[in-house]
């Protein structure tokens, strides 16, 4: 184990437990042979773990006094409001958890993530130096790939695939590229400046996963969920815009506000016969479109 899963193990422990003294602690360490080999967590070790904790993550560890010495995260809005600081702590706690139970591993599923080892690695680098990459890329249905130049934005993860955001140089456009679709990447001496008013986060935040477009605008839709889905639209959100307008005994009423790109006209048909869009009347439109031409497909069966 490294010592970065070792503070993300104090982390979650803390996490879960909202208040636990060292002892109890301690005992939860040494009764993992994988992570202790059986051996306590001193308080030397503790209050060391604990000072990196706060100087790497900005996470405070605290103890309150008055009814025992219980320890607990004094901060906790510095990780739930963080989405890359919250993501990143619950996959190291899933990961230290699935390590610790490695004997369940006939009987624990996950879903592979292709294109996350080959490339993420030198686009993180490349954008921590704010470095142009050549990427020789093949999109889908192309018969050949390219090579060009490009000035990495941000990454995103979006349906167990790692997509880049970049400006290709060549054609002063703002593109998206798959990782898994990426033949080869170099890093180059020339840098570039990211833009002052660029968010990766806004400039997401009115789509609904990686499928972007000018010519389609963010507007107010209203999705009306039937009785089975209600739980999953409620416990799921299908964009950060998502809200409740009323609900009922056999339908519930919900609102978002995105661009309809293709990819969220995808998840929607998806949904199939337990969702139906109520408005605006286009994009209702367009679903009716999409499930006509479905229904050519079948109806001689």
Known sequence: MTQLQKYIWLIDTIRRAGK????????RWERNKDLSDYKPLSRTTFNRWKDAIFSQFGIIISCQRSGGYLYYIENPEDIDE????????DSFAISNLIGENLSLKDRIIVNQIPSAQSHLATLLEAMQGNRVVLITYCGFNKKRSYTFPV????????ENRWYLLAHNVSYDKIRIYG???????????????LPKDFSASGFFSTYYGIVTSNDIKPERIIIRAYHDHIPYMKSLPLHASQRLLEE???YADFEVYLAP?????????HTGAMIEVISPASLRQTMKEWISDMYELYKND
């Open 261 to 269: 790109t293709y990819d969220f006209i995808m998840r929607l048909l």
């Open 179 to 193: 990782l898994d679709r990426i033949e080869s990447l170099e890093l180059t001496d020339n840098t570039f400046k």
């Open 248 to 250: 009922h005994d056999e």
């Open 82 to 89: 963080d989405e890359l600081k919250k993501w990143m702590l």
């Open 20 to 27: 636990i003294s060292l002892e109890e602690i301690s005992s």
């Open 151 to 158: 000035e990495p934005y941000c990454v995103k993860l979006f």
